[in-house]
T-cell receptor
């Protein structure tokens, strides 16, 4: 079983829709949770970072962490065609140095 | 401000050949890592380093070697290339301090092994 599971998609939604992207994990030691966005033929870029349960908001993006369920989500409001990309969740525990990624969800926003 | 620089961008190898993928960062980051990205598999950690002279294995280290003689450079060596190593390789660095794990990625190296 992989430590981090993520539905690969692809996910296609109309412009303006609310998008929900999710990851589950099995390692209860994970303390830091991140979402990266990757455009085609580019390296990933950090989008959201959180280290506690609950919600963190940044503009149209909200990251949600539920440690009791080992479940994290990224919500995108008022989605735009420029949000079309692959979204990768990533996690790290406080004692280890390595960051583990999910498989990524490919998202397409239709104009 | 160059950030993380990877060379080459593209490479074609024959089975059994060796090569080194170069990675350099100019942000004085202690932590550096190599990932490979395959369709449907996301980013898988190959090797990482928490500082000069210190390296450790990630999820998929077999067939790859690394060394970290300076803070800036973290080369990845393929000893005897195999078709299963066809992938896109990303180097990434971060400050590595708790609460400051933001990874900065290079633009990637697309490797094909025939």
């Amino acid at each position: 079983q992989k430590e981090v599971e993520q539905d690969p998609g692809p996910l296609s939604v109309p412009e303006g829709a609310i998008v929900s992207l999710n990851c589950t994990y099995s390692n209860s030691a994970f303390q830091y949770f991140m979402w990266y966005r990757q455009y085609s033929r580019k390296g990933p870029e950090l989008l959201m970072y959180t280290y506690s349960s609950g919600n963190k908001e940044d503009g149209r993006f909200t990251a949600q962490v539920d440690k009791s369920s080992k479940y994290i989500s990224l919500f995108i409001r008022d989605s735009q065609p420029s949000d079309s990309a692959t979204y990768l969740c990533a996690m790290k525990d406080s004692s280890a140095s390595k960051i583990i990624f999910g498989s990524g969800t490919r998202l397409s926003i239709r104009p | 401000n160059a950030g993380v620089t990877q060379t080459p961008k593209f490479q074609v190898l024959k089975t059994g050949q060796s090569m080194t993928l170069q990675c350099a960062q100019d942000m004085n980051h202690e932590y550096m890592s190599w990932y490979r990205q395959d369709p449907g598999m996301g980013l898988r950690l190959i090797h990482y380093s928490v500082g000069a002279g210190i390296t450790d294995q990630g999820e998929v280290p077999n067939g790859y070697n690394v060394s970290r003689s300076t803070t800036e450079d973290f080369p990845l060596r393929l000893l005897s290339a195999a078709p299963s190593q066809t992938s896109v390789y990303f180097c990434a660095s971060s400050e590595g301090r708790p609460g400051n794990e933001k990874l900065f990625f290079g633009s990637g190296t697309q490797l094909s092994v025939l």
